[in-house]
Every structure is written in C-alpha cells, then in structure tokens.
C-alpha cells in the first residue's frame, strides 16, 4: 500500500501561481509513475500532467502546456507540480496518483490522494 497526501492548494488570483505538492508513505514510491488529474465541479476527472519513475519523461494536458511542470525528488517520495499563470478555468480538486506504468487513464492508477482544492479568481 502507498499513501498519498496532496499539499499546496488554495485560493489564488488569475495569473499567479501555486505548487502542489504529492507525498508519499513509502519508499517504493520511486517505482511508481505519478500523474495529476483534476476534477471541476459538474465534470468528470480530467488527466493534468504525468510523470514516469525515473521522472525522465512528462506529458501534459494541452490547456496547461507551458503553463504547469511536474517534477519529482524520488529522495523525499514527492511529486510536485507547478502552476503558472493560472486561469479560472484551472479551478478543480487536484488529484495525486501512482501506477505501475505511466498513462493518461485514471483507471490504470492503483493509489490516490485525498485531493487538493485549486480556487482561481479572475
């Protein structure tokens, strides 16, 4: 079992920017490939940003290229991710999960967070 606690959230003003932060319980974290997803009121879950273990390699959502990075430090079992130039539209409940291989589909992600509220105003 991996824990995962979301960090980082809150309320922000159009144009600024938050980390959230993704901490996990257990060393083996390292293996584990991480994504972000967020999920709007009145909308399903969307994929944000995910990275492999070794955090070589990352994808994006397209509204949030250029925008967001995730990165990782395998050494504190925690996955960050960047917001920049944050946008209403970016408001959600951001989400922190691990799979043993990378995807964009939230259904192949064995671990979850408990989730971090993102609030944007314009």
């Known amino acids: 079992q991996v824990q995962l606690v979301e960090s980082g959230g809150g309320l922000a003003q159009a144009g600024a920017s938050l980390r959230l932060s993704c901490t996990a319980s257990r060393r083996i974290f390292s293996t584990y490939a991480v994504g972000w997803f967020r999920q709007a009121p009145g909308k399903e879950r969307e994929f944000v940003a995910r990275?492999?273990?070794?955090?070589?390699?990352?994808d994006y959502r397209d509204s949030v290229k250029g925008r967001f990075t995730i990165s990782r430090d395998n050494a504190y079992n925690t996955v960050y991710l960047q917001m920049n130039s944050l946008k209403p539209e970016d408001t959600a409940i951001y989400y922190c999960?691990?799979?043993?291989?990378?995807?964009?589909?939230?259904?192949?992600?064995?671990?979850w967070g408990q989730g971090t509220q993102v609030t944007v105003s314009s």
């Open positions: 990275i492999t273990s070794s955090g070589m390699n990352t």
């Open positions: 999960a691990a799979a043993s291989v990378v995807s964009t589909d939230s259904s192949r992600y064995d671990y």
